[in-house]
């Protein structure tokens, strides 16, 4: 493939905004479609609001003139080379909903041109068959040409893990498949111009697969381990011993800890985009993934019956304290609050009759209400750490607490901590 290509990438989220600055990187020519007017705006003029890119990195790609942002769909002219769609891929009213991808798709499609050998790749997270069942009809459809023959379509499924430094877009292994051979073959060679290494994939489907069980392997591990927290607190068993000493062994044993729920994009959602498929189009149900799905939806209830329990031991009702909640991300060092279980922890303690104060530096500022930093730790009934922010001093806050609940297993011990 030409070191220089004309990319359009459809999203310009945690998933898109990446890509495009990585392409940018690589020499290509972007032209980022947002359709939210405020986002785009504040991508021309270099104000990122994805923690992964600092607005020194998006000002330099609007500086190189090969990063265009645009908001209108008649603005995409007809002349790209490669057109990723990274487009949400959420759930309504627990079901999923594909209305972004099958948008992107329409939009994709009317700039398809015969003899252009053009490619579209769908990098959104679905169950298997959404690139040949879903996307390929529209595609052909608005363009009125035959996918891979008169312009090739693959899948490459995104693993972009907000925040961290260590696996960047730029090392973390691909995977790309395409429709024919030959599609495949140039996703593949797009994608080689971008990042370090690129997994080639049999068929779409088994594509779409791997990134569905990458994180069904995670989200059925948590709900092991959340579950397991419940019962040797029951037991009246230390559960991060337990795990401190399973983590010691060499081999067949992957080490994953409890915390008030599962958040993101990825984990609350993709399982339920595989065990609805598997229903609606095999009659069947994924037992192991709907359980999962039941203990982690459970996680925020528990976590704040516990701080209940709590306070209760300790001659105080949960109606009318003070609480402290340490976290509202749904992960740490980032704002990122898709999905998050801190959110549900809060409202669940509120809906309880409690005062909470939200205290989250990364995401005060953005949610109405967050505190940046929190009042002393005395002034509270209680402290529920939920997000392990780094900026969290929490050998200070255990010194003046009067009860910590620890649900993330990261507080100092003292006689005023408990954890999950």
Not at 67 to 83: F, K, M, N, Q, R
Not at 122 to 130: A, D, I, Q, R
Not at 227 to 249: P, S
Not at 368 to 380: F, K, L
Request: charged letters at 20%.
């Amino acid at each position: 493939m030409e070191q220089s290509t004309r990319v359009l990438v459809a999203g310009q989220g945690y998933v898109g905004l990446p890509l495009a600055m990585a392409a940018v990187d690589a020499g290509h020519h972007v032209v980022a479609f947002e359709p939210d007017p405020r986002r785009c705006l504040r991508l021309r003029e270099a104000d990122s609001y994805v923690e992964d890119v600092p607005s020194g990195r998006l000002k330099a790609a609007l500086g190189s003139g090969r990063y265009l942002p645009v908001a209108e769909s008649g603005a995409l002219l007809p002349d790209w080379d490669i057109a990723v769609i990274a487009v949400p891929t959420p759930l309504k009213d627990r079901t999923p909903d594909l209305s972004h991808v099958r948008d992107a798709g329409a939009v994709t499609g009317r700039g398809l041109r015969r003899g252009r050998n053009q490619t579209v790749v769908l990098e959104s997270t679905t169950h298997p068959g959404t690139t040949r069942d879903v996307l390929v009809p529209i595609l052909e459809g608005a363009s009125g040409l035959v996918a891979g023959e008169d312009f090739h379509v693959g899948f490459s499924p995104e693993r972009i893990d907000p925040g961290n430094t260590r696996w960047t877009f730029a090392n973390t292994p691909k995977v790309v498949a395409g429709l024919t051979p030959a599609c495949t073959e140039r996703v593949g060679a797009f994608y080689r111009t971008v990042t370090a290494t690129v997994h080639e994939a049999a068929s779409l489907e088994s594509a779409e697969l791997a990134k569905i069980l990458e994180n069904t392997f995670r989200h059925v591990n948590i709900a092991l381990v959340n579950e397991m927290a419940r019962l040797a607190h029951t037991l009246g068993i230390d559960v991060w011993d337990a795990l401190r000493l399973a983590g010691t062994k060499p081999f067949g044993f992957m080490t994953f800890t409890p915390g008030p729920g599962v958040g993101g994009h990825c984990l609350p959602v993709d399982p339920v985009y595989l065990s609805h498929h598997v229903r609606t189009s095999l009659g069947q149900s994924f037992r192991f993934v709907e359980l999962a799905q039941d203990i982690n939806e459970e996680q925020p209830g528990y976590v704040a019956q516990r701080l209940q329990d709590g306070l209760n031991a300790r001659g105080k009702p949960l109606n009318g304290c003070a609480i402290a909640a340490l976290g509202l991300s749904y992960k740490a060092g980032t704002a990122d609050v898709r999905q998050s279980p801190a959110r549900a922890v809060v409202d669940i303690l509120r809906a309880k009759g409690a005062t909470v104060d939200v205290v989250d530096p990364h995401v005060a500022g953005t949610e109405p209400g967050v505190m940046s930093e929190m009042s002393p730790a005395g002034d509270y009934d209680a402290v529920v750490v939920l997000t392990p922010h780094p900026e969290f001093d929490l050998e200070k806050i255990v010194g003046e607490a009067a009860y910590l609940l620890d649900a993330r297993g990261v507080a100092p011990p003292g006689p005023v901590v408990e954890y999950l």
